[in-house]
Every structure is written in C-alpha cells, then in structure tokens.
Nanobody, 116 residues
Framework: QVQLVESGGGLVQPGGSLRLSCAAY????????MAWYRQVPGKKRALVGT???????NYVGSRNGRFIISRNNANNTMWLQIKSLKPEDTAVYYC??????????WGQGTQVTVSS
C-alpha cells in the first residue's frame, strides 16, 4: 500500500515563501512522474505542476515562476517551493501522480494559509 505524507505547510504572510515536502512510502518512487495539487473548500482539487521521474527540478510555467518542484528519488521525496505567496495560494496541498495516471491513495495534505 502506497502512502503519501505531505508536510511543511503553515501560516505565512503575503510575499513570503514556503517549501512543502512529500514523502512516498511503499513504492518505487523513481519510476513515476509526480505532481502537486491544491484544494480549497468547495472546489475541486487543482493541479499545481508536475515533475518527470528523471528530472530533479521543474520550474512550473517559467524559470521566473512562483512554483518550483524538485525531487530526490534516492530519498523518495518531492518538494514544492512557493515564492511570493498570495492569499489566493491558501489551500490544502497534496502530492500524487499526474492526472493522466491512476492516482495512489491521497494523503492528508498540508494546509497553507497566506494571511497578514
């Protein structure tokens, strides 16, 4: 049984940055593309970005983008760095496989709250 554990969320002021972690247990992590998602109450879970299985860092959108996804296959770990946080980034963040793949059981997520 695959288990995904997200951590690193918290309360952050607008303009700040945060680094979320995703640990995967019970799987050959290096064999899978991965993704970060976020969900706000009352809305569907939305894709933040993806990272291919052999890629160590992905700048979502552009190199100047606010979201950077990285991974360490040796440690079965993935991260999401969010820069210049905005109130609209407030959500529960989850990791899993990309939408094109059959997802593993969802973890509990990690809450990010951006507020002054």
């Amino acid at each position: 049984q695959v288990q995904l554990v997200e951590s690193g969320g918290g309360l952050v002021q607008p303009g700040g940055s945060l680094r979320l972690s995703c640990a995967a247990y019970g799987t050959n992590f290096s064999s899978y593309d991965m993704a970060w998602y976020r969900q706000v109450p009352g809305k569907k879970r939305a894709l933040v970005g993806t990272i291919l299985k052999k890629v160590t860092t992905n700048y979502v959108g552009s190199r100047n983008g606010r979201f950077i996804i990285s991974r360490n296959n040796a440690n079965n770990t993935m991260w999401l760095q969010i820069k210049s946080l905005k109130p609209e980034d407030t959500a529960v963040y989850y990791c899993n496989k990309p939408p094109t793949a059959e997802s593993w059981p969802w973890g509990q997520g990690t809450q990010v709250t951006v507020s002054s």
